[in-house]
């Protein structure tokens, strides 16, 4: 019954913004960590940010450089970012796990596409 959904991704130029959402059923995400990973192609799937739902804790990749903001309401997971670089062309994940401490996901959705070009 946990099921993740995406949503926003598309192609954008360098150093544009998007905003992703994931809509979480089955679930609220007060306790749970919630997170956001990517995967370029030929690559490994990655960490972006998690947020936990219990703490209020949010941890980013290095890569992220204060650029992209995660946040949540009861129901959606959010990534906001910005100044994005070509190096940001991926298929992002939302993730959930049922944990305080615990962010790597036990759940995942089917993935957006995101990409930056000109």
């Known amino acids: 019954q946990v099921q993740l959904v995406e949503s926003g991704g598309g192609l954008v130029q360098p150093g544009g913004s998007l905003r992703l959402s994931c809509a979480a059923s089955?679930?609220?995400?007060?306790?749970?960590?919630m997170s956001w990973y990517r995967q370029a192609p030929g690559a490994e799937r990655e960490l972006v940010a998690y947020?936990?739902?219990?703490?209020?804790k949010t941890q980013y990749a290095e890569f992220v450089e204060d650029r992209f903001q995660i946040s949540r309401d009861m129901h959606n997971t959010f990534l906001q970012m910005n100044a994005l670089n070509p190096d940001a062309t991926a298929v992002y994940y939302c993730?959930?796990?049922?944990?305080?401490?615990?962010?790597?996901?036990?759940?995942w959705g089917q993935g957006t596409q995101v990409t930056v070009s000109s």
């Open positions: 993730g959930s796990r049922h944990s305080c401490f615990n962010y790597v996901p036990a759940h």
């Open positions: 089955g679930f609220t995400t007060d306790k749970y960590v």
């Open positions: 947020i936990s739902g219990v703490s209020g």
